[in-house]
Nanobody
Framework: VQLQASGGGLVQAGGSLRLSCTASGRTFSNYAMGWFRQVPGKEREFVVGINWSSPGTYSADSVKGRFTISRDNAKNTMYLQMNTLKPEDTAIYYC????????????????????WGQGTQVTVSS
């Protein structure tokens, strides 16, 4: 079972990027999925999460109104649409899968996630 994150890059402040996370090896119909980010020297930070089989999402306050998570069940792929990017959004972004659906603040707890992708670098210039 693997997660492959892609779509990172360099963008100017105010710009947009869309990250993708493709799952392989199994279907994730009963999983929760999440995006996290990490800056060197700091702890991994929760960004946004979604359950694979239900419409609800949960976002960190820092990205509400700017970042949107979605999924394509047929393609086993999750997306993170990032708009109005800020320099403080610069980080390595990781996708992750939890072995069960999550609710509310549980999305933000890294210990619930069993599978992690390799990360993709997002750099926002000022």
């Amino acid at each position: 079972v693997q997660l492959q994150a892609s779509g990172g890059g360099l963008v100017q402040a105010g710009g947009s990027l869309r990250l993708s996370c493709t799952a392989s090896g199994r279907t994730f119909s009963n999983y929760a999925m999440g995006w996290f980010r990490q800056v060197p020297g700091k702890e991994r930070e929760f960004v946004v999460g979604i359950n694979w089989s239900s419409p609800g999402t949960y976002s960190a306050d820092s990205v509400k109104g700017r970042f949107t998570i979605s999924r394509d069940n047929a393609k086993n792929t999750m997306y993170l649409q990032m708009n109005t990017l800020k320099p403080e959004d610069t980080a390595i972004y990781y996708c992750a899968a939890a072995g069960r659906p999550l609710l509310g603040s549980d999305y933000a707890r890294t210990r619930y996630y069993d599978i992690w992708g390799q990360g993709t670098q997002v750099t926002v210039s000022s």
